[in-house]
């Protein structure tokens, strides 16, 4: 074997003194990923601390760890019996309203995608412009035209004074049509007439469980965006028997300004609250995380 040359070894001694720019970097990133993580998780935890004190011990004592003796029970017996458990109708509201408006978004979300991708219309593209413009509308600019609408209606102080309103989501559209357009080829869909299959045969049959992960990404979103709804339902609903959580919990913070305080049981309200989200986003994660990749990639 030949001794290696004078470069050789200096080659091998640069590679083993200099320092990896992408080791250096990786520990950057870790380091900061772990910040962020931490700040996004910090109020989480100060919720899941504070529910075990009573009004007292939560000013007095430090906001990050808990303190002695626990009020957890205390808390959650007030929290399920005050105003005759008014909370379990909040918490049936926000069912009710998240669901209906997740299950009808996806469905018209999906038929108008379908429509948008698959079929040549006149004045298709500037229709599709125009409900994409209505995404830059703030929500809160529409209120009181849906007011005025609900009101005209006679649905003022019903559910579907909520849900209606709520059911429009020209975002999801969007989504939809990126889905189908590369969940569905065209090539199968004529496949399919050739076989003798009609429109709404390729479409429930074979077009929906291509584009499954569009359809769990727009209902999630939908039912998150309708779970934390807060000031269309203040608009258009009075009766305490109607409010969703947010409504309830907040009009319980109102009320402890001036009797006594409930905050921990409010802020054990929240915790609970949050719960049917998360629960949701870890049984269907796969599907919306699969989904919102293909819609990156596609559109």
Same mark, same amino acid.
């Given at each position: 074997? @030949?001794?290696?040359?004078? =470069? ?6 640069? +590679?083993? @003194?200099? +320092? ?36 007292? =011990? ?28 008014? *909370? ?7 069912? !009710? ?7 009808? @978004?996806?469905? !018209?979300?999906?038929? /108008? ?11 298709? /593209? ?7 413009? &209505? ?16 009101? +005209?209606?006679?649905?003022?102080? &019903? ?13 999801? %559209? ?26 709404? &045969?390729? *479409? ?12 769990? @990404? $727009? /209902?999630? *979103? ?26 309830? %919990? ?8 001036? =009797?006594?305080?409930?905050?921990? $049981?409010?802020?054990?309200?929240? %915790? !609970?609250? !949050? %719960? ?12 919306? =995380? ?8 596609? /559109?």
């Amino acid at each position: 074997m @030949t001794a290696p040359s004078v =470069q050789q070894r200096e080659v091998r001694l640069m +590679k083993r @003194t200099r +320092k990896r720019p992408g080791e250096r970097m990786n520990w950057t990133l870790i380091l900061v990923l772990g910040l962020f993580a931490i700040y996004c998780l910090l109020p989480l935890w100060w919720v899941f601390v504070n529910m075990f004190k009573d009004n007292p =011990q939560l000013f007095s004592s430090f906001g990050l760890w808990f303190s002695s003796p626990s009020h957890l029970l205390e808390n959650l017996n007030t929290l399920f019996t005050r105003e005759d458990g008014i *909370f379990w109708t909040w918490l049936r509201n926000s069912f !009710i309203y998240a669901g209906f408006t997740a299950v009808l @978004t996806t469905i !018209i979300c999906a038929l /108008g995608g379908y429509g948008f991708s698959k079929y040549n219309f006149a004045g298709k /593209g500037p229709l599709f412009a125009l409900i994409l413009g &209505t995404i830059m509308v703030p929500s809160t600019a529409l209120v009181l035209p849906i007011f005025l609408l609900m009101q +005209k209606l006679e649905l003022i102080n &019903t559910i579907w004074a909520v849900i209606l309103p709520s059911i429009i989501n020209p975002f999801g %559209l969007y989504l939809m049509r990126v889905f189908w357009d590369s969940g569905l080829p065209d090539e199968l869909m004529e496949a399919a007439r050739i076989d003798g299959a009609g429109h709404w &045969t390729i *479409f429930w049959e074979i077009g929906l469980p291509l584009v499954r992960g569009g359809l769990v @990404t $727009v /209902g999630l *979103f939908s039912f998150v965006a309708s779970w934390n709804n807060f000031f269309l339902p203040l608009v258009v609903v009075s009766k305490t028997e109607l409010f969703p959580m947010t409504l309830g %919990l907040s009009v319980w913070n109102t009320i402890s300004t001036g =009797q006594t305080p409930i905050y921990p $049981v409010i802020i054990l309200g929240s %915790l !609970i609250s !949050i %719960l049917p989200l998360v629960i949701g986003f870890l049984t269907l994660g796969r599907f919306w =995380q699969g989904g919102l990749g293909a819609g990156a990639v596609k /559109g």
